[in-house]
């Protein structure tokens, strides 16, 4: 029940912040954006192959990859901006003091925050997922394959970034905090696409160096499985894509990385219960 109570509370702490609103509004605003565009290219595509052709298929589920890109990083950034300074931001103000002095182990201080937080980053990236498909299913009656693994997906990458963000938390200022976690995830990002040049160009080392940099941050594995999993049988033949993925991380990474997850969330527990306040 504290644990539960210390979620509720993040959650409606982290829903009164401006910037999360702006991110809503701005996902609303993508959705309207998306829609249009869908709506344009689809049509002309139709117009050219017909509505039913494999060509029409594939630039339909091509465009709905890359909005399903687009949600991706926003989820990415919101998992930042809500987590960046949860810990942080309130021992440096000294309000962390009203929640210590309070009946509550640290380690359930720790865990309830980072609940009310996945479920705030959860919320988000379903909300859009589910207007994308709406949009798609309306327009070109059609949804990408698989589209409840990838979102689920989709959230275990923002989770990854925001418990790393919320290890850093217990440690580094909120700009710094910010700054470290944004270059990790670009480094696994980066690694991600090495990793896909070198499946292609049969370059050993840059794959398994893609490897061992999507085992230190599996962030942008999860992206590569999820894309890879919404993508039509006949699309994946083409190999790699500017938003899909020619190759996917094993069902094992997938283990690993919520085992990943436990682990960042126990270190930051291990250091906030060590942090003098």
Same mark, same amino acid.
């Given at each position: 029940?504290? @644990?539960? &109570?210390i979620a509720e509370m993040t959650f409606h702490e982290a829903r009164q912040r401006r910037l999360v609103w702006i991110g809503a509004l701005? /996902?609303?605003l993508f959705l309207g954006v998306f829609a249009l /565009? $869908? $709506?344009l290219m689809y049509q002309d595509m139709a117009r050219f192959a017909g509505p039913l052709s494999t060509q029409a298929i594939g630039a339909a589920n091509g465009f709905a990859?890359?909005?399903l890109y687009a949600i991706n990083f926003l989820g990415v950034m919101l998992a930042v901006i @809500?987590?960046?300074d949860t810990l942080s931001g309130e021992i440096s103000s000294g309000t962390i003091h009203t929640i210590v002095t309070k009946p509550l182990r640290r380690w359930e201080i720790v865990v309830g925050k980072w609940l009310g937080l996945l479920a705030m980053l959860s919320l988000f990236i379903l909300f859009l997922c589910a207007g994308l498909s709406l949009i798609t299913w309306l327009i070109a009656r059609h949804i990408p394959p698989?589209?409840?693994? /990838?979102t689920a997906l989709m959230i275990l990458c923002g989770t990854v970034v925001m418990t790393l963000s919320l290890l850093g938390?217990? $440690? &580094?200022?909120?700009?710094?905090?910010?700054?470290v976690v944004l270059m990790l995830y670009g480094l696994a990002f980066a690694a991600g696409w090495m990793e896909e040049f070198g499946a292609i160009f049969q370059n050993a080392s840059a794959v398994q160096v893609g490897i061992v940099v999507s085992l230190l941050v599996p962030a942008e594995a999860m992206w590569k499985r999820a894309a890879y999993l919404m993508q039509p049988s006949f699309v994946r033949e083409f190999g790699m894509s500017p938003f899909g993925a020619g190759s996917a991380p094993s069902p094992a990474m997938v283990i690993y990385t919520f085992l990943y997850v436990l682990v960042i969330l126990a270190a930051a527990v291990r250091l906030f219960q060590r942090?003098?306040?």
């Open positions: 029940m504290k @644990i539960w &109570l701005l /996902g609303l /565009g $869908y $709506y990859l890359m909005g @809500i987590s960046v698989n589209i409840v693994q /990838g938390s217990t $440690y &580094l200022a909120a700009l710094a905090n910010g700054v942090r003098d306040l």
